[in-house]
């Protein structure tokens, strides 16, 4: 069954430490993207790519950063940098103007 | 991408139907209405979308005013399984895959046995 599968689902950081989040899809999107959920609120767009080699930073990019070396995969990874992690971060993909398909997400927790 | 105004939350009963409403009265002409919902430790999942006609999918009905103004997403007969946070979200049909989703803080739906 064709989807998007994060990994882990739960994650614990250290200080200073960075800490990668997994995401690939099979769904052959062009578009993929990342949210983080905070309690009780909506989601805040991190980054987002259209095609691969390419991504552009959403409303709360700092203390993150990305890469799409492949259509597949986008992974997220989250720096020292930023100082309040913890959160429910969640990946998505599309195509054209279809819908947005989302994972199960990874609930990142500061040691 | 306009703002949508949503109830914080609501209530229903099991097998009754339940009309989850949404403002949007500065839709633009070009914007569609989507519907998603989360479900708790969950993504969030698609419902349905529409630009101007009402819509039926096996999940949900889309009703939309005449003015576009306004929305109401219908679940014919809710279910344990429905309680969940739905979000009404416009997105204009002119930008493909640009940019992303705007997610409010939606509707909180709780069903009762």
């Known amino acids: 069954d064709g989807g998007i599968t994060q990994s882990p689902k739960y994650l614990f950081r250290k200080e200073g430490q960075n800490v990668t989040l997994s995401c690939e899809q099979n769904?052959?999107?062009?578009?993929m993207y990342w949210y983080r959920q905070d309690p009780g609120q909506g989601l805040r767009l991190i980054y987002y790519?259209?095609?691969?080699?390419?991504?552009q930073k959403g409303d709360i990019a700092e203390g993150y950063s990305v890469s799409r070396e492949k259509k597949e995969s986008f992974p997220l990874t989250v720096t020292s940098a930023q100082k309040n992690p913890t959160a429910f971060y969640l990946c998505?993909?599309?195509?054209?103007?279809?819908?947005?398909?989302f994972g199960d997400g990874t609930r990142l927790s500061i040691l | 991408d306009a703002k949508t105004t949503q109830p914080n939350s609501m209530e229903s009963n099991e097998e009754e139907p339940v009309h989850l409403p949404c403002n949007h009265s500065?839709?633009?002409?070009?914007?569609?209405i989507h519907w998603y919902r989360q479900l708790p430790s969950q993504g969030p999942e698609y419902v349905i979308h529409?630009?101007?006609s009402n819509v039926n999918n096996r999940m949900a009905s889309l009703a939309i005013a005449e003015d576009r103004k306004s929305s109401t997403l219908i679940l014919h007969r809710a279910t344990l399984r429905d309680a969940a946070v739905y979000y009404c979200?416009?997105?204009?049909?002119?930008?493909?895959?640009?940019?992303?989703?705007?997610f409010g803080k939606g509707t909180k739906l709780s069903v009762k046995p």
């Open positions: 998505a993909s599309r195509t054209g103007t279809g819908p947005q398909h």
């Open positions: 769904l052959n999107h062009d578009a």
């Open positions: 790519s259209q095609i691969v080699n390419d991504f």
């Open positions: 500065t839709i633009s002409g070009t914007d569609y």
């Open positions: 529409g630009l101007t």
């Open positions: 979200i416009l997105r204009d049909a002119w930008r493909g895959s640009q940019g992303n989703l705007i």
